[in-house]
């Protein structure tokens, strides 16, 4: 079992930038892979981000919604996941879930608001 702790959400303008900051309770480098999925209301909750740890490096996969915009990130010293958000858009409001696969079954954070305004 692995806890995880997000961080980081908030109120901001489009086209500003957040970083958020996901904490394991365990080293993640047993964790894979991680990811970022948003639940905006109303609607289902999608992927964002995903990073794959892989023998020689780390592969990381975004929908096409975020690509060049976001960007997703491991520092296995601090067991922590982060997902920098940049050129933020309305769109993007939602609460954003870190999520990570530990032998196969799937944890989840509680989330954290990203409110974009207009």
């Known amino acids: 079992q692995v806890q995880l702790v997000e961080s980081g959400g908030g109120l901001v303008q489009a086209g500003g930038s957040l970083r958020l900051s996901c904490a394991a309770s365990r080293s993640i480098g047993s964790l894979n892979p991680m990811g970022w999925y948003r639940q905006a209301p109303g609607k289902q909750r999608e992927r964002v981000a995903t990073?794959?740890?892989?023998?020689?490096?780390?592969?990381?996969n975004y929908v096409d919604s975020v690509k060049g915009r976001f960007a997703i990130s491991r520092d296995n010293d601090k067991n922590t996941l982060y997902l920098q958000l940049n050129s933020l858009k309305p769109e993007d409001t939602a609460v954003y879930y870190c999520?990570?696969?530990?032998?196969?079954?799937?944890?989840w954070g509680r989330g954290t608001q990203v409110t974009v305004s207009s």
């Open positions: 999520s990570a696969n530990l032998f196969g079954s799937t944890c």
């Open positions: 990073s794959s740890r892989g023998a020689i490096s780390n592969y990381e």
